[in-house]
């Protein structure tokens, strides 16, 4: 704790850092490179408006998503701030089709996934957006990593969590020992603790889906919303709906507060939109860390096997009460149809 009762970022991944005695300061060092960026992308995303910088790119990322111009700015400012860590040797992405190498640093230990500004559609209108990242370790000793110490499953992640970049810009995360917080206090430019040891509740009152796709969506999920909206007093429903387009922004608050996301698998999109490497997986950890839960609608989300750098899969994800009933009457309708 220093002078003013404020705990930093830096000082509380250092007091941590005696809990990973193989990490050598390694983390400590990617968690800098992270603290770096989130204030430069911070700074971008609160200028977007005053500068040309809001809009499209004009080219479409592997996802055939439009890219905006902060997308990209963001990608690149992370990847610089990686490779200057000299802790990672390569780099996953959202806007990067292929594996990211990092040829000065080839032969260190971490690889990064990340989605360096999701929920990208909301930059022009200035809803809350944010950057999703997960640390693994390489399972290659060294030279070039390949797409095998890439696509591991998100079990092996060492640490992961986003920032956000809302009312207050946030940084939250996980190293597998509870969740924590941290606000960026703009008058000084540090990331203070601000939240400790974040817990989900195992109810809440918050269910968010995109609605306009309920005709495509599986029976069981046209039942699970419902039951949300139908009114019981002993079970606080009906919920409310919440759904700002930002997976950050919406799982932040169900995190938080209590609430189910949900994007499930549709006739159109099997695997649903979301992407295992760089949203669902990170996400799932600090979910799980905080006591939530988080399920494909198969399988827990982080035993999921990567078989390709963007794959897709379906989520259920926050309040483990609430994500149980939506699994229960999800597969209900599996065992009838
Ligand atoms: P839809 C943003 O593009 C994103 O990847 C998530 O942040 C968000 O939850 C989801 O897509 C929104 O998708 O299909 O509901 O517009």
């Known amino acids: 704790m220093n002078n003013n009762g404020l705990i930093t970022l830096e000082q509380f991944i250092v007091d941590q850092e005696s809990q990973y005695p193989d990490a050598k300061g390694a983390l400590s060092k990617i968690f800098r490179a992270i603290e770096l960026a989130s204030k430069i992308v911070n700074r971008d995303v609160r200028k977007a408006g005053l500068v040309d910088i809001l809009g499209s790119q004009g080219e479409t990322n592997i996802q055939g998503e439009e890219q905006k111009k902060l997308d990209v700015i963001a990608n690149n400012i992370f990847i610089s701030a990686f490779s200057r860590s000299g802790e ?13 190498h990092l040829p000065k640093t080839e032969n260190e ?13 909301n930059i022009d209108v200035n809803a809350s957006i944010g950057t999703i990242f997960s640390v693994y370790k390489r399972k290659s000793k060294s030279g070039t990593p390949t797409l095998d110490d890439c696509l591991q499953a998100g079990n092996q992640q060492v640490a992961a969590g986003y920032v956000i970049y809302g009312s207050s810009t946030m940084l939250i995360y996980t190293t597998g020992n509870g969740v924590n917080g941290f606000t960026l206090d703009d008058g000084i430019q540090e990331f203070c603790l601000s939240h400790r040891n974040i817990k989900t509740p195992e109810d809440g009152n918050f269910f968010s889906v995109n609605e306009g796709n309920l005709s495509d ?7 699970y919303i419902s039951y949300c909206k139908e009114k019981d007093k002993a079970t606080n429903r009906p919920y409310s709906a919440r759904y700002i387009g930002s997976m950050i922004a ?29 949203e669902c997986n990170p996400m799932s950890f600090v979910v799980e860390q905080a006591g939530g839960k988080a399920h494909t609608g198969e399988c827990p989300v982080m035993d999921v096997e ?6 897709r899969v379906p989520v259920f994800v926050g309040s483990k009460n609430m994500v149980d009933k939506a699994l229960a009457m999800h597969h209900a309708t599996d065992k009838k149809s």
Do not use: W
């Open 217 to 223: 969506f599986p029976e069981g999920i046209v039942d």
């Open 250 to 278: 919406d799982l932040h608050r169900n995190i938080l507060k209590g609430g189910i996301f949900i994007y499930p698998p549709t006739t159109k999109a099997p695997n649903g939109k979301l992407r295992l490497m760089y």
């Open 306 to 311: 990567t078989t390709a750098l963007h794959q």
């Open 88 to 100: 990672v040797c390569a780099v996953i992405s959202e806007e990067e089709d292929e594996i990211h």
């Open 109 to 121: 230990k971490y690889i990064i996934a990340m989605d360096p500004l999701d929920g990208s559609s």
